[in-house]
């Protein structure tokens, strides 16, 4: 057999096996709740290529592309157990499992790893919980997509009812109209299921979900039990009220927490997933996820802060351009976001910095920030400069936030890339808040400047579905634990 026909007939070996593993992957969500990842990479839903280069991932860990042949067993273990809603990671069930030499098979060792989500120790299945969305702009429909793939076996997050604005009417197509947008995007592509409209009941059915559309002008006309919504997370990403007076109007019969698309003000907490969300108080109703820019980078600052300390640091945003500009010249309440969005580049204000202090209140070194909006649609970068308390390295440096995206609480906000070649438009459609570029990476002495990519419209939704989970009491534990 030659080199080809033996490299050919490894690939098909491995689709083969990748085909095997997505029926019983598909079987735990659906009837367990369980979400199986890989290094931090959930593998539901997903397609034979897409399972396959997600094992490629692997090579960043142990150099070393991560074969499913290795990865099939633990899954099967998975299978044949007790389990509990949870999360489990089969790359780091394989990763361990080599490093283990006490000789146990498989089968023993997985059932070991995962011992806290099976049998008298596993938490029991949720009710559910209903979300509305107030708005349907570009966050709100990537959310709900997010939404509608995660809705599993029902026992989740359920996307029960959007509200738009025409309370006082509403054109005949605009159910018609509301649907393509979620079906087809033009940066983020086709929704993945089938959306039908039932224009006799004002619904959206997507993947089998029943989405009431909602014709509202004022948040306080709106009676969510008349459509048998209760207990609802209502998910607010107008921005039009982002302090607590304003964001109470939502706190309706059926509504009974609130959470805003972006920075609120006043003593509105600012959660960013991974490193203030554990404070949150359990009566809590109004909270604020923050802006896309300070997701991005508040999660490296920790990493930063934890290890090395930070006097001080400036944050200098090349931000997409947003709904907000103009498309042409044309009158704006801000001077420059008044000029056409595709054909310049526009220096403008961001409140990130300052929203450190809230989602970090014990850093005590000063952050200062800018920004300029660029003429592409999405992905944006940040470039943090960072005076550290201690001198160090580069490679230090790139070996810490590498192991920090690979093994610690924050591997779901963190990714780390060494590509050479990567631009932008690479980074459509990640799941991390922030994506730390190795190669772009300078340290000299006690200076540090890391430069961050982050898809500011679909890492950020990601990072809003975490919040709602974790306010929900659906963000399930994650197998094997992460190193604290």
Same mark, same amino acid.
């Given at each position: 057999?030659?080199?080809?026909?033996?490299?050919?007939?490894?690939?098909?070996?491995?689709?083969?096996?990748?085909?095997?593993?997505?029926?019983?992957? %598909?079987?735990?969500?659906?009837?367990?709740?369980?979400?199986?990842?890989?290094?931090?990479?959930?593998?539901?839903?997903?397609? $034979?290529?897409?399972?396959?280069?997600?094992?490629?991932?692997?090579?960043?860990?142990?150099?070393?592309?991560?074969?499913?042949?290795?990865?099939?067993?633990?899954?099967?273990?998975?299978?044949?157990?007790?389990?509990?809603?949870?999360?489990?990671?089969? %790359?780091?069930?394989?990763?361990?499992?080599?490093?283990?030499?006490?000789?146990?098979?498989?089968?023993?060792?997985?059932?070991?790893?995962?011992?806290?989500?099976?049998?008298?120790?596993?938490?029991?299945?949720?009710?559910?919980?209903?979300? $509305?969305?107030?708005?349907?702009?570009?966050?709100?429909?990537?959310?709900?997509?997010?939404?509608?793939?995660?809705?599993?076996?029902?026992?989740?997050?359920?996307?029960?009812?959007?509200?738009?604005?025409?309370? =006082?009417?509403?054109?005949?197509?605009?159910?018609?109209?509301?649907?393509? /947008?979620?079906?087809?995007?033009?940066?983020?592509?086709?929704?993945? =299921?089938?959306?039908?409209?039932?224009?006799?009941?004002?619904?959206?059915?997507?993947?089998?979900?029943?989405?009431?559309?909602?014709?509202?002008?004022?948040?306080?006309?709106?009676?969510?039990?008349?459509?048998?919504?209760?207990?609802?997370?209502?998910?607010?990403?107008?921005?039009?009220?982002?302090?607590?007076? %304003?964001?109470?109007?939502?706190?309706?019969?059926?509504?009974?927490?609130? $959470?805003?698309?972006? &920075? =609120?003000?006043?003593?509105? &907490?600012?959660?960013?997933?991974?490193?203030?969300?554990?404070? /949150?108080?359990?009566?809590?109703?109004?909270?604020?996820?923050?802006?896309? #820019?300070?997701?991005?980078?508040?999660?490296?600052?920790?990493?930063?802060?934890?290890?090395?300390?930070?006097?001080?640091?400036?944050?200098?945003?090349?931000?997409?351009?947003?709904?907000?500009?103009?498309?042409?010249?044309?009158?704006?309440?801000?001077?420059?976001?008044?000029?056409?969005? &595709?054909?310049?580049?526009?220096?403008?204000?961001?409140?990130?910095?300052?929203?450190?202090?809230?989602?970090?209140?014990?850093?005590?070194?000063?952050? #200062?920030?800018?920004?300029?909006?660029?003429?592409?649609?999405? !992905?944006?970068?940040?470039?943090?400069?960072?005076?550290?308390?201690?001198?160090?390295?580069?490679?230090?440096?790139?070996?810490?936030?590498?192991? !920090?995206?690979? #093994?610690?609480?924050?591997?779901?906000?963190?990714?780390?890339?060494?590509?050479?070649?990567?631009?932008?438009?690479?980074?459509?459609?990640?799941?991390?808040?922030?994506?730390?570029?190795?190669?772009?990476?300078?340290?000299?002495?006690?200076?540090?400047?890391?430069?961050?990519?982050?898809?500011?419209?679909?890492?950020?939704?990601?990072?809003?579905?975490?919040?709602?989970?974790?306010?929900?009491?659906?963000?399930?534990?994650?197998?094997?634990?992460?190193?604290?």
């Amino acid at each position: 057999m030659t080199v080809n026909e033996d490299s050919f007939t490894n690939w098909n070996t491995r689709e083969e096996i990748a085909e095997s593993m997505i029926p019983i992957i %598909g079987k735990l969500h659906r009837e367990r709740d369980v979400n199986v990842l890989l290094h931090s990479r959930s593998l539901v839903n997903k397609s $034979v290529v897409s399972i396959l280069k997600t094992h490629r991932f692997a090579r960043q860990i142990a150099g070393d592309e991560l074969s499913v042949t290795e990865t099939l067993p633990f899954l099967q273990a998975l299978a044949t157990l007790d389990l509990g809603p949870s999360q489990i990671d089969i %790359g780091m069930l394989a990763a361990t499992y080599k490093s283990d030499d006490r000789g146990l098979s498989v089968e023993e060792f997985t059932a070991e790893a995962v011992a806290g989500a099976t049998g008298a120790n596993k938490i029991e299945r949720s009710e559910g919980r209903d979300v $509305v969305l107030y708005g349907f702009g570009r966050i709100g429909r990537l959310v709900a997509r997010l939404l509608i793939e995660k809705a599993g076996s029902g026992n989740g997050l359920r996307l029960r009812a959007i509200v738009v604005r025409g309370g =006082g009417g509403r054109a005949a197509d605009d159910l018609v109209k509301r649907a393509s /947008l979620l079906r087809r995007d033009s940066i983020h592509g086709q929704f993945q =299921g089938t959306i039908t409209v039932d224009e006799a009941n004002g619904t959206i059915v997507a993947n089998g979900n029943v989405i009431k559309v909602i014709y509202a002008d004022d948040p306080t006309s709106v009676d969510y039990t008349a459509h048998g919504i209760k207990n609802a997370i209502l998910i607010d990403n107008t921005g039009k009220w982002r302090d607590r007076e %304003g964001l109470s109007k939502h706190l309706r019969p059926g509504i009974d927490k609130v $959470v805003l698309t972006a &920075p =609120g003000k006043g003593d509105v &907490p600012n959660i960013v997933h991974g490193v203030n969300h554990d404070m /949150l108080k359990p009566d809590e109703q109004i909270l604020s996820c923050a802006s896309c #820019t300070t997701n991005a980078i508040v999660p490296p600052l920790k990493a930063m802060e934890d290890e090395y300390g930070v006097e001080r640091g400036h944050v200098e945003t090349v931000h997409s351009f947003t709904n907000d500009q103009n498309l042409l010249d044309n009158h704006h309440s801000s001077d420059r976001r008044g000029r056409s969005a &595709p054909l310049n580049m526009v220096i403008t204000e961001t409140g990130a910095a300052s929203a450190v202090a809230k989602a970090l209140p014990d850093l005590k070194a000063k952050i #200062t920030g800018s920004s300029i909006r660029v003429p592409v649609p999405n !992905v944006s970068i940040a470039i943090l400069n960072l005076q550290l308390a201690r001198e160090t390295t580069r490679e230090e440096v790139l070996d810490h936030l590498r192991d !920090v995206s690979l #093994t610690s609480p924050l591997k779901r906000q963190i990714d780390f890339i060494s590509a050479p070649d990567a631009v932008s438009s690479d980074f459509i459609g990640s799941r991390h808040s922030s994506i730390i570029d190795a190669g772009a990476t300078k340290v000299e002495g006690d200076n540090a400047i890391l430069y961050l990519w982050y898809d500011n419209e679909f890492g950020y939704s990601c990072q809003v579905i975490r919040v709602v989970q974790h306010v929900s009491g659906v963000e399930y534990p994650t197998y094997p634990a992460p190193v604290v």
